[in-house]
Nanobody, 127 residues
Framework: QVQLVESGGGSVQAGGSLRLSCAAS????????LGWFRQAPGKEREGVAAIYTGGENTYYADSVKGRFTISQGNAEITSHLQMNSLNPEDTAMYYC????????????????????WGPGTQVTVSS
């Protein structure tokens, strides 16, 4: 069992930045990937970014490329999502997710690829 907790959400104005963090604990696999998803009211949960902690592989949704950066944290089993140039369309609940194995073993943007999820952290961007 893996437990995930997100932090760093909040409210910002358009053009602002936020940095989300994800911390995982519990049993972990020797190789794993961490992903960030978001879900706005009335919309499907979408994959935003993901990173393979055993190498350099990353994934970004087209909507966030050039604005968001995913990285591994210094502490074990952590991930950060630096979000710059935020706009109101980025408003959503953001979730951290964990999957065993490398990033492209399965589709990194698919919810079905991830087994464990955090409770989420809200990001609100006002115009």
């Amino acid at each position: 069992q893996v437990q995930l907790v997100e932090s760093g959400g909040g409210s910002v104005q358009a053009g602002g930045s936020l940095r989300l963090s994800c911390a995982a604990s519990g049993y972990t696999y020797s190789t794993y990937s961490l992903g960030w998803f978001r879900q706005a009211p009335g919309k499907e949960r979408e994959g935003v970014a993901a990173i393979y902690t055993g190498g350099e592989n990353t994934y970004y949704a087209d909507s966030v490329k050039g604005r968001f950066t995913i990285s591994q944290g210094n502490a074990e089993i952590t991930s950060h999502l630096q979000m710059n140039s935020l706009n109101p369309e980025d408003t959503a609940m953001y979730y951290c997710a964990y999957k065993a194995g490398s990033l492209y073993d399965t589709e990194p943007r698919s919810r079905a690829s991830y087994k464990y999820w955090g409770p989420g952290t809200q990001v609100t961007v006002s115009s």
